[in-house]
């Protein structure tokens, strides 16, 4: 039985973490305590402890603990259970726990709900995606969501302790260190740390006096990288992606490294770059353009270095956004014009932006009467843009930078030459 099996805790006062969740007096703690469970979704990362509460709730209350991993289950394994209703094996009620729930399809999903809304089945289900986007909306509004959440460092160096002390870690000789680093390599995933002292046991050296030895460079092997806790495609991958252009928005560059880091170690190259550009343009934009060329200019070489030089040009693209003037005049500006089309539709253009072309004989005006910018001072001269119904809108507006100050005072000096 690996590890993490044999060190499961049976009661919530054995469960590490989860205190907001857990704790005396908590909400999560006192449904569990009243006896009367509801259908639920644990939503969070692996190996935090969804599986074991789930566990716990089946066996306090005595209900009959069916779990089933969506990855694998389909409509018959459910039926299965389905039709334990009703029967002396469900006379306590039925509890199915319905692991990574988001692998369903929505007629899978489907098939749950008259078996869950009358009482017959209690649903747990867990998952590691965002429930509210992953999840049918008919099963959301008949359950409620807890937020399980990784361990903190403390909560992690006793768990590993504590998987220390099952096999018994006094007969063997630990290098100063190794609870810490397997505590804080493990990214808050309990099963994860149990993995890795498993791991450590299995491979512990000899030492002259028959004692097994587990040194924390053996330690550093067997945790390498798996405190990144990141999914390409999960809520994380996005988590990190959204710190590091807050983080550079709000011009903290050392936070903004930090995150460009941890995709760097995670080896997505793409979406770190790709989101450079975005926020090139979308947060310091007109307050300082060049910038969209040089950041531009950084991702080609990164994605022509590769990783491991990739992060040098990357670390330039990150620093300067983060230090530069930002402006998002240019980003709000495109978002009112496209909320006017969508209200608007095609409006008819003004006569004279027209291209060329024959005046029929019901046009009320015969001619085009373009007036040519360049012909005037300043190469400006008024005229209406905008069609009819929208003409008097304005969806730009100056920034309060440099650079748009620069372009507004140019702009106001050739309206007042005018007059």
């Known amino acids: 039985m690996p590890l993490a099996e044999q060190i499961r805790p049976k009661t919530l006062d054995d469960i590490f973490g989860q205190k907001h969740l857990l704790a005396k007096g908590k909400p999560l703690r006192k449904i569990i305590e009243s006896g009367h ?62 692991d990574e729930i988001q692998y369903l399809n929505k007629k899978q999903q489907q098939s749950l709900l008259p078996y869950i809304e009358n009482g017959n089945i209690t649903l747990i289900a867990s998952t590691t995606e965002n429930p509210y986007f992953s999840i049918y909306h008919a099963i959301i509004s008949r359950c409620t969501v807890f937020e399980f959440k990784p361990l903190n460092f403390s909560e992690m160096q006793k768990a590993v302790e504590r998987a220390f002390q099952k ?51 053996t330690a550093k092997l067997l945790t390498q990288r798996s405190n990144m806790n990141y999914d390409r495609d999960g809520d994380s991958h996005y988590d990190i992606l959204s710190a590091l252009q807050k983080s550079i928005r709000g011009s903290d560059e050392n936070a903004a490294l930090h995150y460009a880091a941890r995709l760097i170690q995670a080896g997505d190259l793409l979406s770190l770059t790709r989101r450079l550009l975005v926020i090139a343009s979308e947060d310091i934009g007109l307050a300082y353009p060049a910038v969209v060329p040089i950041v531009k200019a950084c991702v080609d070489n990164a994605l022509q270095l590769g990783l491991p030089e990739a992060r040098i ?71 209406q843009y905008l069609p009819d119904e929208i003409k008097d809108h304005v969806y730009y507006h100056f920034g309060e930078n440099k650079h748009e100050q620069a372009a507004f005072a140019y702009r106001q000096n050739i309206l007042k030459n005018l007059k």
């Open 37 to 98: 469970i509801p259908n639920m979704i644990f939503y969070g990362s692996s190996g935090i402890g969804k599986t074991t509460v789930a566990r716990i709730i089946a066996e306090q209350t005595n209900m009959s603990f069916h779990p089933l991993n969506a990855t694998q289950a389909g409509i018959s394994d459910m039926k299965s259970i389905f039709s334990e209703v009703g029967t002396f094996a469900g006379m306590n009620g039925i509890l199915l726990y319905l």
């Open 167 to 217: 096999i018994n870690y006094t007969d063997f000789i630990l290098e100063d260190g190794v609870i810490s680093h397997i505590a804080h390599g493990s990214g808050g995933d309990v099963r994860k740390a149990m993995n890795a002292v498993e791991l450590c046991f299995l491979s512990a050296e000899k030492t002259p006096e028959g004692k097994d030895y587990i040194s924390l460079e």
């Open 313 to 383: 040009p990357i670390a330039e693209a990150v620093i300067l956004l983060a230090t530069s003037p930002k402006s998002n005049s240019a980003y709000l500006a495109i978002d009112a014009a496209i909320e006017d089309v969508n209200q608007y539709g095609a409006l008819d253009f003004p006569r004279h932006l027209q291209n060329q072309h024959f005046d029929g004989e019901g046009a009320e005006i015969k001619g085009q009467h373009y007036l040519y910018p360049h012909d005037y001072p300043n190469h400006y001269v008024p005229q």
